[in-house]
């Protein structure tokens, strides 16, 4: 099993999908130990989840991830289906002065938390998730860094 990446009602194409592959493989393993079981990312657009939000959570408002958990963390694996409206991402990205690419990165980190048992409703929950968001973003960014340099290296 693994992660898989979808579009429903939107043409996104996430970028480095084997990288944050290996990246989303090691948040699960840190946090606890765990392994990817199966898990979905489903890319849609903002009226497709505000739908979702409204039919299965009773909620009448735009949001930018909805993550259904189906994980066995007694068993350390993590899976699950995790919709992300990439129009509210974008949104959020000028809001808050970061860029796509690192919004949808931040959101992406943000369902697999979440599948790993990381809540964020609560001052101090919201607190630890975002501090962990920053920290595999970090993780994110050596990696990729650690790739370029092997890239290098077999070029010369």
Same mark, same amino acid.
């Given at each position: 099993?693994?992660?898989?990446?979808?579009?429903?009602? =939107?043409?996104?194409?996430?970028?480095?999908?084997?990288?944050?592959?290996?990246?989303?493989?090691?948040? *699960?393993?840190?946090?606890?130990?765990?392994?990817?079981?199966?898990?979905?990312?489903?890319? =849609?657009?903002?009226?497709?989840?505000?739908?979702?939000?409204?039919?299965?959570?009773?909620?009448?408002?735009?949001?930018?991830?909805?993550?259904?958990?189906?994980?066995?963390? *007694?068993?350390?694996?993590?899976?699950?289906?995790?919709?992300?409206?990439?129009?509210?991402?974008?949104?959020?990205?000028?809001?808050?002065?970061?860029?796509?690419?690192?919004?949808?990165?931040?959101?992406?980190?943000?369902?697999?938390?979440?599948? =790993?048992?990381?809540?964020?409703?609560?001052?101090?929950?919201?607190?630890?998730?975002?501090?962990?968001?920053?920290?595999?973003?970090?993780?994110?960014?050596?990696?990729?860094?650690?790739?370029?340099?092997?890239? *290098?290296?077999?070029?010369?």
């Amino acid at each position: 099993m693994d992660i898989e990446y979808y579009t429903d009602d =939107c043409t996104y194409r996430l970028r480095d999908r084997r990288l944050l592959r290996l990246w989303l493989r090691r948040v *699960a393993s840190e946090e606890g130990g765990n392994t990817i079981g199966h898990i979905n990312y489903v890319f =849609c657009s903002a009226r497709r989840l505000l739908e979702m939000n409204r039919q299965y959570l009773g909620h009448d408002y735009y949001t930018d991830i909805i993550t259904f958990d189906d994980s066995d963390l *007694a068993a350390h694996t993590v899976s699950g289906d995790i919709f992300i409206d990439v129009e509210t991402v974008a949104d959020n990205a000028r809001l808050y002065g970061a860029t796509p690419e690192d919004e949808m990165r931040r959101v992406v980190v943000h369902g697999v938390l979440h599948l =790993c048992g990381q809540k964020d409703k609560a001052p101090e929950d919201n607190r630890t998730m975002h501090a962990k968001e920053d920290r595999y973003l970090e993780l994110l960014r050596q990696m990729r860094e650690e790739e370029n340099a092997r890239r *290098a290296e077999r070029r010369e």
